[in-house]
C-alpha cells in the first residue's frame, strides 16, 4: 500500500459512506467514497454548507466511523493513536474551553500528550505564526469569531502533526485576514512536513491546493489538481 516514493499513505479509504436517523428518515450525510491521502498532500475539499464536507473530515480524522466501507491509516498506526499528536483537527464550530485562557487552549494537546515541558513555547509558537501571539492570556469570550478560528487553528498546528484537518478555516475572516491565514497555513505546513486538507467553500481558498476535491449532496468527486 505504499506510494510511487516507497512511502506508505496517511489515511485510505474505500466506499466509506455515512448515514444518520433524522425525523424517522435516514439522511446520507456522505455516500460511498474513496480516498488516499499521502504524506505531505496538499487538498482542499471544495462544496457549499451541508454537502458533506465536515462528515468527511470527521471520518478522516477517526473522531466518527462509517456506517459502510472502512478507512485505515497505514504510516499512523490504529485509530485510538492518531490524535492529538498524528492527525490534528481544527473544528468548523467553537471548539476553544472557555475557562483557559488563548495560550492554555493551544497548549492543551501538549499536556494531553505529557510534553507539559514544551506546551506554552509550542503554544505562542503557534500562535506567533498567525499573529495572535499578544491575545495570548485572553479567555475565548474575549475573542472576536474570526480570531477564535484562527486560535483552534494553531492549536492545532501546535502538535506538529503528520496531518492537518482544518474545516472552513476562513469561514469567518475577511477577505485580506483568510489570504494571510492561508498563506501562513500553507507554509507552516511544508516546513513541517504536513500534509493538509482543509475543507472551503471558497473558490479562492480551494486555488491555493495542489488538488481539490468536490463534494455535493454528499457526494465526493475529484481530486482535480492545479484546479484543473
Same mark, same amino acid.
Given at each position: 500500500m505504499n506510494d510511487e516514493s516507497g512511502e506508505k499513505p496517511l489515511a485510505c479509504a474505500q466506499g466509506i459512506a455515512r448515514s444518520f436517523m433524522r425525523g424517522g428518515a435516514i439522511v446520507e450525510a456522505l455516500k460511498p467514497a474513496t480516498i488516499?491521502? &499521502?504524506p505531505k498532500a496538499r487538498a482542499a475539499v471544495m462544496g457549499s454548507s451541508g454537502s458533506g464536507k465536515s462528515t468527511l473530515l470527521h471520518l478522516v480524522a477517526g473522531i466518527d466511523t462509517p456506517t459502510k466501507g472502512g478507512i485505515c491509516w497505514p504510516a499512523l498506526g /490504529? &485509530?485510538?493513536d492518531l490524535r492529538p499528536g498524528k492527525i490534528a483537527i481544527a473544528f468548523q464550530t467553537p471548539? $476553544?474551553? !472557555?475557562? $483557559?485562557?488563548v495560550a /492554555?487552549?493551544?497548549? $492543551? !494537546?501538549?499536556?494531553?500528550?505529557?510534553n507539559a515541558g514544551e506546551a506554552h513555547r509550542a503554544a505562542i509558537a503557534a500562535l506567533a505564526i498567525h499573529g495572535l501571539e499578544e491575545l495570548a492570556g485572553k479567555l475565548p469570550d474575549e475573542l472576536s469569531g474570526g480570531q477564535a478560528q484562527r486560535v483552534a487553528l494553531a492549536r492545532a498546528m501546535a502538535t506538529g502533526p503528520r496531518l492537518l484537518l482544518a474545516d472552513e478555516p476562513t469561514g469567518q475572516l475577511d477577505q485580506e485576514t483568510a489570504r494571510a491565514t492561508m498563506i501562513a497555513l500553507i507554509a507552516w505546513a511544508e516546513a513541517a512536513e504536513c500534509a493538509l486538507v482543509v475543507a472551503t467553500h471558497d473558490e479562492g481558498v480551494a486555488? &491555493?491546493?495542489d488538488e481539490i476535491w468536490r463534494m455535493e449532496h454528499g457526494r465526493l468527486t475529484g481530486p482535480t489538481r492545479d484546479g484543473q
Open positions: 488516499t491521502i &499521502r /490504529e &485509530r485510538d471548539s $476553544l474551553v !472557555p475557562f $483557559l485562557s /492554555e487552549n493551544v497548549a $492543551l !494537546p501538549m499536556f494531553v500528550l505529557g486555488q &491555493r491546493f
